[in-house]
Structure formats: C-alpha cells, structure tokens
C-alpha cells in the first residue's frame, strides 16, 4: 500500500468536495435528516414504551451513537469496497490485476465524492447522547471508544469485503449486499435483548454487528447482558472481533482473486 497515493486519493476528494460544495451541504443536510429521523423514530418507540427490556430512550441513544461512529467510520474510509461488483460487471476491475498496487487497495481508493460529513455527524450525536446518558467519561473512556469505532468500521468492512469477494463467482449479488445493509440498520437500533434467541446469536456471532454498539454499550453503561447472559467484559472484544472479521474476509478476498478470470468484456 503506497501512503502517498492515499494521501493524494482524500486530497482530490477535499478538491472536489471545494469545487461542488452545494453538493456537499445538500448532502450533509440529507445525512443530517435520515439520522435525526432514525432517532425520531427511536424517541417516538420508547415514549410509547419508556423501557425495552431494561434500556430507556437515552440509553437507546447511546447505543445508536456507538453504532452511528463505526458505521461512518467504515464509510468514509472503506465504503467503495461494496462497489467491486459493478466494477467486475463492468470489466473495470481487470485493470487493477496489471497494476503494482494491490486491487484492494486501488477498488478503495477509486476517485469519487468522499466527505466525512456523517463521521463528524456521529462524533457530535456521540458526545451528546454520552452527556445526556450520563456515562463516567475518564482516560479509559477516551481511549476505549475510538477502538470501538474502529473495530465496528472493520466488522462492517469485513462483511462488506466478504459480499464484494463473491462477485468473483456470483456477478450479481446486489441484493445479496441491501440486505445485508439493511438488516444491519434496522436490527442495531435496538438492545439485541429484544429479539428471539436466534436473532441474538446470529446478530452477535454470525453477522456480529452487536459488537459494534450493543456489548460495548452494556459494558460503558454497566449493565446487565440479557440477550444471551454473558459477561458485559465481552464488550472489550470488539477491535478484536473487528480484527479477526477482516482478516477472514480478506483471506477469502485473495481467495477470490485467485480464481477471478474476468468477465470477458
């Protein structure tokens, strides 16, 4: 991986975000109404039911707020990996195998309009909900939730990465990729406690979005995990689980390319 070519892919990235800016505020703005939706949504949810399972609005937002920066985090930085498909469709990928940089590195860093608006969006929506939960915010804290964040941004890259390594055998897998997404978005709003057993172990062990916001919330919050009873420590794990999960979907990723023949266009 060549630094300087990172250096110069988010440097035509801030060029372009400069020449387009009404792009770029319609954007924000657009960012900025589908969260304060989903937390509109999360309001209007707790008000009719005050507590779920145990977790009040606040603490609801909270684990939205965690979720919120691994997921952006993972925007910002690794979200055109879910593009490799098109690429492959295209025939736009081949170029990259003939190229002295690796193709992952090159299906990242492909120029287009990258802003990190919703990754400063969620640090702001972090720093409000942990005021509003009232969370002991000391060095630990200061250095715990940046590893989170970074863990959650590998769990959903490395799921990404997974889906996107398929298209070396399945070229469509679209919608393989939605609703992926949208079972991440929808099922991490909420304490995993409220789903059946199998939607827990699945949310925490197969696809593990819990470790992006649930264990970590359960174990900052000091409260008891009633999913699936296990310790609130198990939060700690999430740049580990972040880790592993990409490490695996990248060992699938050369897997793939060894076997990728084009597409023939």
């Avoid at 959903?156 to 679209?174: E, H, M, N, R, Y």
């Avoid at 393989?176 to 199998?198: A, C, H, K, N």
């Amino acid at each position: 991986m060549s630094f300087a070519a990172y250096a110069q892919y988010w440097r035509i990235n801030l060029l372009t975000m400069i020449e387009y800016r009404a792009n770029f505020f319609m954007w924000f703005g657009f960012t900025i109404m589908y969260h304060a939706t989903a937390v509109a949504a999360l309001w209007v949810t707790l008000h009719a039911f005050p507590s779920m399972n145990g977790w009040d609005f606040r603490e609801v937002a909270f684990l939205y707020g965690l979720w919120m920066l691994g997921h952006s985090f993972h925007n910002t930085f690794f979200f055109t990996v879910g593009d490799v498909p098109n690429m492959i469709r295209e025939g736009r990928f081949d170029r990259f195998l003939v190229r002295p940089l690796d193709p992952l590195f090159q299906a990242m860093t492909v120029p287009q309009q990258i802003w990190p608006d919703e990754l400063a969006l969620a640090v702001v929506f972090f720093c409000v909900a942990s005021v509003l939960v009232g969370v002991h915010v000391d060095a630990a804290f200061v250095l715990y939730v940046p590893l989170v964040a970074i863990g959650g941004a590998l769990i959903d890259f490395g799921i990404q990465l997974a889906i996107a390594t398929a298209s070396f055998w399945a070229i469509k897998i679209d919608t393989l990729r939605w609703i992926v997404m949208s079972l991440e978005q929808d099922f991490t709003r909420y304490p995993i406690s409220i789903y059946s057993r199998g939607v827990r172990v699945f949310l925490s062990f197969v696809f593990p979005f819990a470790f992006m916001n649930y264990f970590p919330a359960t174990f900052l919050l000091h409260k008891t995990d009633g999913a699936l009873h296990l310790s609130p420590l198990l939060g700690l794990f999430t740049p580990v689980v972040g880790i592993l999960w990409f490490a695996l979907a990248y060992a699938f990723w050369r897997r793939g390319l060894n076997h990728y023949q084009g597409t023939g266009s």
